[in-house]
């Protein structure tokens, strides 16, 4: 008779080519006849109607060949017509500039977290929402001509859904957190594809590693890897399905996951005590200890993670509180961030304070706040934030995430890009935006949620973030 051990490694374990799964939408396209549903479908408990988009209005773009180029991974504000890459001018002379707009076969799917490889050919972005709809989770786009991306490919997980952070694989391909199981609940899975971008492992797959994420909440968001000390560090935020009517309660997280990046076990769990969702981490450029920043929502606060240190019981991996950002950060819906390439300045984009904070992170030990937090800020429900490869700006998004009459998180937002300077001693200037209501108005509007930076200003060396 098979041991418990042996049944479970038996469901968990799976090969490769049964993780490589894209189905087509439920309700096919039909002209003139799916249309009208899109207006008569009523909103559902979790699921919704998996209706096809509306074809998409016209646009018009710019045949200019700028050195610098934002990508706008982004929503039908109407949730009908077809979600969309905006590809846009970010030069001093042409900011602003629509150059092209590349659609994905499906609507509804609240694009979230967008992120490129490390050659520059492909983006990849992730829909938040598209398992309500029974759609492919992840989408990928061919960035070979950087003016006039292509829709390339989309696919799905088996055991996760929910895509959230996304970092490149040197040789190819992608790590990918799934913040939840395939109907939403935790577990949620750190997902792996190869260099033609197909699934082929979603982890943990040992038993010890499933025993782990059974044992406690795995909701992973924050991805951040260091390929040189081989370690990954995952931060767990909230169980998707309870952002979902009729649930009453968002199920937030307090830990983050280290991981061994050779085997892709997990070495330890990290609390950071009453945390409430740990949303964001990355590892600080150049720090020694190769430490991480986490951000604690409930919390307000800023943690260091420092993961080659043991606590007092020999458990690798130790979290100390770095900065508290202050009342107006606490429960503030995220906190999502980036640090710079020299790893002395970080921001953070507190949600539901409408607020951006940066801290001078060069002393570690005498941190310094560089933003009034009291300051009224030009910005409604910043979300996404990056800063340029030239280290000059940060590009950030206006909107988090909107459920609607389906869910309990609806963030207000202006739905604007922000492209702000940073001045000389790290702090911000506020000054330019693209307004993508106004420049989607006959899509219902639109909510640009991520974005990716190309800089080609050396075509020798050009830089993707």
Do not use: C
């Amino acid at each position: 008779m098979s041991s418990p051990l042996a049944l479970l490694r038996a469901a968990v374990v799976l090969t490769p080519s049964a993780l490589a799964l894209s189905l087509p939408p439920l309700i096919p396209a039909i002209p003139g006849v799916t249309e009208a549903l899109n207006g008569i479908a009523p909103p559902l408990p979790v699921l919704q109607v998996p209706t096809p988009p509306l074809p998409s209005p016209p646009w018009e773009g710019s045949s200019i060949k700028p050195k610098k180029i934002g990508y706008f991974w982004t929503a039908s504000g109407d949730n009908q017509h077809k979600d969309f890459l905006a590809t846009y001018s970010l030069d001093d002379d042409t900011f602003g500039t629509l150059l092209w707009v590349t659609d994905v076969p499906s609507s509804g799917n609240s694009p979230h977290h967008l992120s490129p490889s490390l050659d520059g050919k492909t983006l990849i972005g992730g829909g938040l929402l598209s398992l309500l709809k029974t759609q492919d989770t992840a989408f990928y786009f061919d960035t070979t001509d950087p003016y006039q991306p292509t829709f390339k490919k989309s696919n799905r997980g088996i055991l996760s859904s929910i895509v959230d952070e996304i970092r490149a694989k040197p040789e190819g391909g992608f790590f990918i957190t799934y913040m939840g199981s395939a109907v939403g609940t935790s577990p949620g899975r750190l997902v792996e594809t190869d260099a033609e971008f197909n699934i082929i492992h979603e982890w943990p797959e040992s038993v010890e590693g499933t025993l782990n994420i059974l044992g406690e909440q795995f909701s992973p968001h924050g991805l951040s890897i260091d390929f040189e000390k081989n370690i990954i560090l995952t931060s767990d935020f909230i169980v998707p399905l309870s952002i979902l009517k009729p649930s009453l309660q968002i199920l937030r997280a307090n830990t983050l996951r280290l991981w061994d990046l050779p085997s892709r076990e997990i070495i330890s769990t990290i609390e950071i005590p009453d945390g409430g969702g740990i949303q964001d981490v990355k590892f600080i450029p150049g720090n020694e200890e190769a430490a991480a920043l986490a951000t604690a929502v409930h919390l307000g606060q800023v943690w260091i993670i420092y993961p080659f240190r043991k606590d007092s019981n020999g458990k690798q991996g130790v979290a100390k509180l770095l900065f508290d950002l202050g009342p107006k950060a606490r429960d503030t819906t995220a906190i999502y961030s980036d640090i710079s390439a020299d790893g002395k300045l970080a921001y953070f984009t507190l949600t539901t304070a409408d607020h951006i904070a940066a801290l001078d992170i060069s002393d570690l030990d005498n941190v310094k706040r560089l933003d009034d937090p009291d300051e009224e800020q030009p910005t409604i429900g910043p979300h996404y934030i990056k800063i340029t490869p030239d280290q000059k700006h940060i590009v950030v998004t206006d909107y988090f995430v909107q459920t609607g009459d389906i869910g309990l998180i609806n963030t207000p937002a202006d739905f604007k890009a922000l492209y702000i300077d940073i001045l000389d001693d790290g702090s911000l200037s506020f000054n330019r935006s693209i307004d993508f209501q106004r420049e989607f108005a006959n899509r219902g509007g639109a909510k640009p949620h991520s974005s990716v930076v190309f800089d080609l200003t050396d075509p020798e060396n050009p830089i993707y973030y």
